[in-house]
């Protein structure tokens, strides 16, 4: 395996900039996921790092080896798209071993790694049967066995659990955390779905608009966002954001004051399940509540403030609260993000 930087990699369709001067290291046995709302470049850069696109400038190094004009094949890396891409005529044995008799790897060498892979992923069942007598997650267990087989530097996922149901895109991404761990294997993984990037990520590259906006953790990402996009990316429930003007250095929504705020603040964040909810005439603002969603175990209450602005607050699954109940909230200080015109976080008041 191998890390995998990236040195002000841009990429251009005629006029149009897709990227933006990427600067990013990967380390050696990472787990790196790219993550960011459709059209915000993640996929291009993906197929940019396993030449699928070619680059306009900069510099893609995959194991200390400059491979930004290397052909796709010479990169050594694996890529499963959101396709399986499996050859319908050939058994799961055969669709696994294709690529491997191309290159004219010996027999038992092919046999090997077919039985480690088959192994790792649970196939030695379905080793002999087609794609068409398998399920979805049974067809993507193969094409990611396909790409073990090949033993390559990096393995490269694009959104590959997108065509799957609710209840297997959960299965697979807790089998896909367990052969990252069994391989020590440096793995970018492409996808629109923040939840798979905080439960697999060993490291978050959040993109908008071509740009990198952070790189981190992503419990770093949850608590310190760099702006009110990656704020508002990250988190499910997305993050509640309220207009605020400053009055000698408090914060006011509406009519009702929020504490202290650094200067520059236009907009106070706060996470659903930071908001404390209590009974009306209490707290710090007043609001109504619009609609609940019972989930079980918690339910989402979408309320509206006393100034007009909607937000969602999480509360207990069997709470009462419904549309036209009025609620006190409080919002912790430690839990409050600020934010300025630009986006820019601004951290917490002194």
């Known amino acids: 395996m191998a890390e995998v930087r990236l040195s002000g990699v841009n990429k251009f369709y005629g006029a149009a900039q ?3 001067d990427v600067t990013l290291e990967i380390a050696d046995g990472e787990f790196a996921v790219f993550v960011g709302p459709s059209g915000c470049g993640k996929s291009t850069l993906l197929r940019s790092i ?5 680059i306009s400038g900069g510099v893609i190094s ?7 004009t290397l052909a796709p094949s010479d990169r050594d890396v ?3 798209f959101q396709s399986y891409a499996l050859y319908p ?3 799961v044995r055969e669709n696994m071993e294709f690529g491997m008799k191309v290159n004219k790897v010996p027999v038992a060498e092919r046999q090997a790694r077919v039985a480690n892979a088959a192994r790792i992923l649970q196939l030695d069942p379905y080793l002999d049967r087609k794609p068409g007598q398998l399920s979805g997650g049974q067809r993507q267990r193969v094409a990611i066995g396909r790409a073990i087989v090949k033993q390559p530097k990096a393995f490269l996922f694009d959104e590959p659990l997108s065509n799957l149901d609710a209840k297997l895109r959960v299965q697979m991404r807790v089998e896909l955390e367990a052969l990252h761990r069994d391989l020590k294997a440096t793995m970018i993984y492409v996808t629109h779905d923040q939840v798979e990037a905080m439960t697999m990520a060993d490291k978050i590259v959040v993109l908008n608009a071509g740009r990198i906006e952070q790189v981190g953790s992503p419990m770093d990402l949850y608590h310190r966002p760099a702006n009110a996009f990656v704020a508002g990316f990250i988190g499910a429930p997305a993050m509640n ?5 400053l009055a000698d250095g ?3 929504h509406g009519d009702e004051a929020l504490g202290a705020a650094p200067a520059g603040t236009v907009q106070l964040g706060i996470r659903p399940e930071h908001v404390a909810l209590l009974p009306a005439g209490q707290g710090e603002m007043a609001a109504t509540v619009l609609l609940r969603e019972t989930l079980g175990g918690d339910a989402y209450l979408y309320i509206r403030t006393a100034a007009g602005t909607q937000m969602v607050v999480r509360a207990e699954g069997d709470t009462a609260l419904d549309h036209g109940a009025v609620v006190g909230l409080d919002l912790p200080s430690p839990r409050r993000h600020h934010f300025a015109a ?3 976080n601004l951290g917490v008041a002194a």
């Open 18 to 20: 897709a990227l933006h």
């Open 50 to 54: 396993a030449g699928l696109e070619s």
């Open 62 to 68: 995959i194991g200390g080896t400059d491979v930004s």
């Open 78 to 80: 694996a890529m499963v």
């Open 89 to 91: 005529h050939m058994t």
């Open 241 to 245: 954001f309220l207009p605020v003007t």
């Open 250 to 252: 408090t914060a006011r």
């Open 342 to 344: 630009d986006g820019r």
